[in-house]
Each structure stands twice: as structure tokens, then as C-alpha cells.
């Protein structure tokens, strides 16, 4: 799974009673939730209000492993 936004963190827990195993890729070691980032911005809210660890929200999950790294680039598989 490439990205813990939105799509890569809900399609990862969608997932938690497949039989497969994930290895779940984020550049960042946290989930940011884009739609309060106005009041950081504002000072309404601090910075780790908006934002959690990855490990620590699929901390119970058993089919999932986390890494922080990069993707830099997507090659096309010929199967
Ligand atoms: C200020 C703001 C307010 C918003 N308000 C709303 C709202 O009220 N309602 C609503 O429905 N939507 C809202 N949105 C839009 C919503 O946040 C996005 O549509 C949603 O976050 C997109 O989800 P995503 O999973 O596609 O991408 P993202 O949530 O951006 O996640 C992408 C993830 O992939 C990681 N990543 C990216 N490239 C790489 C790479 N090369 N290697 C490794 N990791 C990588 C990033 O670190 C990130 O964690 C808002 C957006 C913003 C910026």
C-alpha cells in the first residue's frame, strides 16, 4: 500500500480480515488529517491534534507492517 492518507489508511483497514499480508509504505511516519489544517493554521487546534502515527492506529492490526520510506518510481510488471 503506497501513502497512509485517506485512501492508503482506509483501504489498508478495509483489508484487516483478508488473507493477505500488507506492507504499508508512507513517506511520513504519521496519518495527517488535511481537513483541520486550517486551524493549525489558525492556531485553533496544535499540529499532532491533526496528526497520528501510523504504527500506533494499525497497532492492532496483524496483517499489516509499516515503513517509512519513499517511492520514486512505479515500474510496470509484464504479468
Ligand atoms: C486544507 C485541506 C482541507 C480539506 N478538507 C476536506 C474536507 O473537508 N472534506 C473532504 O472530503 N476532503 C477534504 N480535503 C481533501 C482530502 O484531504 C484529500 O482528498 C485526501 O486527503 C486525499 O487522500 P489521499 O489518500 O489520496 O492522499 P493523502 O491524504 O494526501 O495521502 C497521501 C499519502 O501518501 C504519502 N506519499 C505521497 N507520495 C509518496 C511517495 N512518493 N512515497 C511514499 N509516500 C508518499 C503522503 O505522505 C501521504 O501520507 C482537504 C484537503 C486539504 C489540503
Redesign the pocket.
Known amino acids: 500500500m ?7 489508511l482506509w483501504a489498508t483497514r478495509a483489508l484487516r480480515s483478508a488473507p493477505v499480508r500488507i506492507t504499508l ?4 511516519n504519521h ?2 488529517f ?2 483541520l ?2 486551524q493549525v493554521a489558525t492556531a485553533g487546534l496544535s499540529g499532532p491534534d491533526i496528526a497520528a502515527p501510523l504504527r500506533h492506529i494499525l497497532r492492532e492490526q496483524r496483517n499489516v507492517t509499516v515503513l517509512m ?4 518510481s512505479l515500474v510496470r510488471g509484464r504479468w
Open positions: 503506497l501513502g497512509g492518507g485517506f485512501g492508503g509504505v508512507d513517506r511520513t496519518h495527517l488535511q481537513p489544517l486550517y520510506d519513499e517511492a520514486r
